[in-house]
């Protein structure tokens, strides 16, 4: 009797990316600054407490000055963060000297609507600059200026 060798080769196969399902998103690798979704009125953003190890206090009371505020670990749900567990941020979300931090919509408009003002007031300034200069015995300055917009959310986590 012939001893049948390659028995594999006669059973039938399946391409395995078939029978693997596969879902319609792509993966892409976690965040370190994962946020919980911003509370109803609110936005939030990270705010360094410390850069390359070294404390900047500096930096976290002129962000609560303008009206950042740390959002406690417990207004959130299910959402898994990392939570301080010592120090002034005791209770506090933060990672990796970042704490997150949070304030109310109608303020956070309030300051982008200001900053808007201030760059408006920048560039007009510029074009009367250049016309001054122009005026003063100068070269003739030619002005081109472009701009862009993107549309996208109003409100976001980093918005600034």
């Given at each position: ?31 370190l ?6 509370r109803p009125?609110m936005?939030?953003r ?14 976290v ?18 959402f ?59 070269i ?21």
């Amino acid at each position: 009797m012939v001893e049948k060798r390659n028995v594999r080769a006669q059973e039938s196969q399946k391409n395995s990316r078939e029978l693997d399902a596969r879902d319609d998103s792509s993966w892409k690798p976690p965040s370190l600054l994962d946020a919980p979704p911003a509370r109803p009125g609110m936005v939030q953003r990270w705010i360094a407490t410390s850069i390359l190890g070294k404390e900047t206090p500096d930096n976290v009371y002129k962000r609560k000055r303008a009206g950042w505020e740390p959002r406690p670990a417990d207004t959130i749900g299910d959402f898994a963060v990392p939570t301080l567990n010592h120090g002034q941020w005791d209770g506090c979300i933060g990672v990796e000297g970042m704490i997150l931090c949070e304030m109310p919509e109608n303020r956070f408009k309030k300051m982008k609507a200001y900053y808007n003002d201030k760059e408006k007031e920048q560039n007009m300034s510029l074009g009367s600059d250049l016309r001054m200069a122009e005026k003063a015995g100068g070269i003739p300055i030619q002005e081109t200026r472009k701009s862009s917009v993107s549309h996208g959310r109003d409100l976001s986590v980093m918005d600034d």
